[in-house]
């Protein structure tokens, strides 16, 4: 067999970096960083010598398993690929003809793989049902976005070859950064997040290039490094907004040329503004009135300017959206919307041409009646059916422009899924299929997760390790991770670049990609003629023809593409939105019933919303601070990553916790109304001492039990035990729950 280097690109989070894989007589020897790829250009994370750990891991899923025992008793038999598949199907079309096909729903993580293949197979079979943590992770934003100024603002690109990623990066990124004189980094930490964007930030910082603004409740590296430090409390950020733009409107900082031109509903927002001045805000957000003015006026004068919105903007529960439309607002007045250093929009060049994932996954093919079907929609209008229709209109005839795709856009909201599947009501949800997620860690309120997914008649989990959430399934299937399949990203649509590796190594045992289930699936419940790309591979193939080439030539001659900068675009073809303008006053908002202009809301439990609950549990809980070491749930049986954080740790103010009995590095009781778990106790002299903060969320323990009830340790350090996902917590529009909440912190007796 000999010796070879393959081209693949990393898939342990969606930057999709660029690695050399050495591979030796079919064993993968060597894994190290590609100089060549053009979005990452060798500059990794160190998850990525990782890699050889992972593939050969002990406890990797090899074959397909069938559950004997009793739901979660943790016994199997072998099963092959086909009949599991085989039952599935048949399974699949009992409950379609009994309830209906909207009784399959569907669970999708953070991009891992290829959701659209999902959408597709779920398109054509009837149901409109997919959950995500893209309702408080990145889709949500998106769709704001697109709401707001017709497509998603993304960091601009004038150096040689583009650098990001999604999410907070993608708005942010280092090549733009040679002209960029401010970023402001938003409930966002990059250190762990995203170490190689944080690699830019501090050298521009270091050299005096930028200057910083850093709005977080915990002093981070990059508050640290700030100009700026902004601790707010937790779930304010909605008011701090607000109190920005009432600055830059006062002060007459904004662009008068780009408001009065490109945007409809300024006199409005002027008014709306003019009570969040910077004293009330700061009572608000406990934060300095004086401090928030200078912010201000630093972020609107520095120009150009990003900002880098972390995942936190998406995770405050009812004021969510409109926390996002005041900072797509704040871009839009302050000239920094698609311009050389600021945040640019769109896709261009061969990029655009691409096929995308809004033609791959089918939504044409789901009938209206189906649509109007979707579990959540007579509550949250915006990021289901009823909002995505109206964002898949504007964007036609608009060539820069991207239509989202459903599983980007279309999302049921998790907290109502999982009380149908409870009730039976509106109707039964009595199928599940969770692929690249780990449901019962992901979501919050657990215990009415693990009740849902309980109820289930069928329960399919298509994982890398046997988790929690499989641990409850009737078909576990093994996954075939990135050294065993091609990685294509992104083209979603979302960034204006491509990068595509090929797959390194066959896959081990009877792991099998994502696409292979779809397909398979599909195939034998009579979709076969819409599954006409035997592999993924073929897939590419069909997807790169429009810019002639085939995944293989794409990934040996050009290993990527980067659209070209265009600015000002709108100049040409006005905004994708049904104004052709900015929004600050939302049609799209307005027509679905929701409030058109952005406004502050305190979060559903707070001190000032509940000061009898306050009374009980008196600390403001935020959660899920990104580790370097981990990737959500992932990584916990990866010793080499354990090794350095073996114990899930909760930050505590030291004064707060020397009152309450708690030393560092003891073992503490975090209690809400719903339940309790235990986490090692950080004490730290910078956090406000009314606030604590669980670090990474998605703790379980491979290392224990898995059959019931123990699960892997799940009810024992898993945050989202005990946080709540009542939809009336929700943000009303997109359904997006909140991470945070109010809590009391005791020390563990041994
Ligand atoms: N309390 C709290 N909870 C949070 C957050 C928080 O900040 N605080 N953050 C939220 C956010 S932003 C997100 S995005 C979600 C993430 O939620 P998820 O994306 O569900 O993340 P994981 O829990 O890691 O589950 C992913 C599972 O998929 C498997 N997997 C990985 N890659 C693949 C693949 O290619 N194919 C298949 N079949 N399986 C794969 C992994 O082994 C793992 O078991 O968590 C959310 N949960
Ligand atoms: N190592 C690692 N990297 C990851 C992931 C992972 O699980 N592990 N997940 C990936 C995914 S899917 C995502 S979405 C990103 C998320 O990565 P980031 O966007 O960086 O999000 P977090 O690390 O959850 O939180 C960022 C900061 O928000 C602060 N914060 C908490 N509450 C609030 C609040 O109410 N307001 C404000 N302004 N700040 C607050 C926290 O203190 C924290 O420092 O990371 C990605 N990268
Ligand atoms: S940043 Fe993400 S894609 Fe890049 S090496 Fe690290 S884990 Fe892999
Ligand atoms: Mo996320």
Same mark, same amino acid.
Request: hydrophobic share 35%; glycine share 8%; aromatic share 10%.
């Given at each position: ?488 990203? @992104? $083209? &979603?649509? +979302?960034?204006?670049?491509? #990068?595509?590796?090929? =797959? ?5 045992? /009877? ?34 023809? @429009? $810019? &002639?080439? +085939?995944?293989?030539?794409? #990934?040996?001659?050009? =290993? ?5 900068? /265009? ?38 439990? +707070? ?144």
């Amino acid at each position: 067999m000999g010796k070879a280097v393959k081209l693949a690109n990393c898939m342990f989070c969606h930057r999709n970096c660029g690695a050399l894989v050495h591979i030796e007589d079919g064993q993968v020897i060597k894994v190290e960083a590609d100089p060549n790829q053009p979005m990452s250009r060798g500059n990794v994370c160190h998850k990525l010598p990782t890699a050889i750990e992972f593939h050969y891991h002990a406890d990797r899923l090899k074959h397909p398993l069938k559950r004997i025992g009793d739901r979660g008793e943790g016994k199997w038999e072998r099963t092959t690929w086909e009949q599991a598949l085989d039952e599935i199907a048949e399974k699949l079309s009992q409950l379609k003809k009994r309830y209906g096909a909207e009784t399959l729903a569907m669970g999708r993580g953070t991009y891992r793989t290829y959701y659209w293949a999902a959408s597709r197979f779920l398109n054509l079979f009837g149901t409109p049902n997919m959950v995500s943590p893209g309702t408080i992770c990145f889709c949500n934003t998106w769709a704001i976005h697109q709401a707001t100024y017709g497509a998603y603002a993304m960091p601009s690109s004038h150096a040689p070859a583009i650098k990001g990623g999604t999410h907070a990066e993608t708005r942010s990124h280092e090549s733009l950064l040679p002209k960029t004189k401010c970023v402001v980094i938003w409930g966002f930490n990059p250190i762990e997040s995203y170490p190689v964007v944080w690699r830019s930030y501090l050298k521009q910082k270091r050299e005096n290039r930028i200057k910083v603004i850093t709005i977080d409740p915990r002093r981070t590296p990059a508050a640290k490094e700030a100009d700026i430090w902004l601790r707010i409390r937790p779930c304010t950020d909605g008011a701090l907004a607000m109190a920005w733009l009432n600055v830059i409107i006062e002060e007459e900082l904004y662009d008068r040329d780009f408001v009065e031109k490109w945007t409809i509903g300024f006199d409005e927002l002027k008014e709306r503004v003019k009570n969040y001045t910077p004293e009330k805000v700061g009572e608000i957000t406990w934060e300095d009135a004086g401090k928030i003015r200078e912010a201000a006026r630093v972020y609107a004068e520095s120009k150009p300017a990003q900002l880098a919105m972390g995942v936190k903007q998406d995770q405050i529960g009812r004021n969510s959206t409109q926390f996002i439309r005041a900072t797509c607002i704040l871009r839009a007045i302050t000239g920094n919307l698609d311009v050389p250093g600021g945040e640019s929009m769109g896709l261009s060049g061969d990029v655009a041409k691409v096929v995308p994932d809004c033609e791959m996954d089918l939504h044409e093919m789901l009938p209206p009646e189906q649509r109007k079907k979707q579990l959540g929609t007579d509550r949250f209008r915006f990021l289901t059916w009823p909002g995505h229709e109206m964002l898949l209109n504007q964007t036609k005839g608009v060539p820069y422009a991207s239509p989202p795709s459903t599983e980007y856009s279309c999302l049921t909201p998790q907290p109502v899924l999982w009380r149908a599947m409870v009730t039976g009501k509106p109707y039964p949800v009595r199928a599940f299929i969770a692929q690249g997620t780990n449901t019962l860690l992901q979501a919050t309120s657990t215990k009415l997760v693990y009740k849902a997914l309980k109820s289930l008649e069928l329960l399919v989990v298509m994982d890398y390790f046997m988790t929690p959430t499989a641990m409850l399934a009737d078909y576990v299937l093994p996954a075939a991770d990135w050294l065993e399949r091609p990685i294509v990203g @992104p $083209i &979603g649509g +979302s960034r204006n670049y491509i #990068v595509a590796g090929e =797959r390194a190594v066959e896959p081990e045992y /009877e792991r099998q990609d994502d696409y292979y289930f779809w397909r398979e699936l599909g195939v034998r419940v009579g979709q076969g003629e819409h599954w006409p790309w035997k592999t993924l591979e073929d897939v590419f193939d069909y997807r790169f023809k @429009p $810019i &002639g080439y +085939s995944l293989e030539e794409f #990934v040996h001659k050009m =290993r990527g593409i980067v659209g070209s900068p /265009e600015f000002r675009k709108y100049e040409t073809y006005g905004f994708a939105t049904p104004s052709k303008k900015v929004e600050i006053h939302s049609k799209i908002f307005e027509e679905l019933g929701y409030d058109p202009l952005p406004d502050y809301e305190e979060p559903a439990d +707070s001190p000032v919303s509940t000061p009898e609950l306050a009374k009980d549990y008196p600390l403001i809980l935020t959660t899920g601070g990104r580790v370097r070491y981990f990737y959500h749930s992932e990584f916990r049986q990866i010793k080499s990553m354990r090794n350095q954080h073996p114990e899930p740790l909760i930050d505590i103010n030291t004064d707060t916790a020397r009152k309450l009995g708690i030393m560092d590095g003891k073992w503490v009781w975090i209690e809400t109304p719903v339940g309790r778990v235990k986490k090692k106790a950080k004490l730290n002299s910078h956090m406000d001492p009314k606030v604590v903060h669980t670090q990474q969320h998605g703790w379980w323990f491979p290392e224990e039990p898995g059959e019931e009830p123990n699960l892997f340790g799940l009810w024992k350090s898993n945050i989202n035990v005990v946080l709540d996902d009542d939809p009336d917590k929700c943000d009303p529009m997109t359904g997006g729950w909140p991470f945070m909440g109010m809590c009391r912190v005791y020390p563990v007796k041994e």
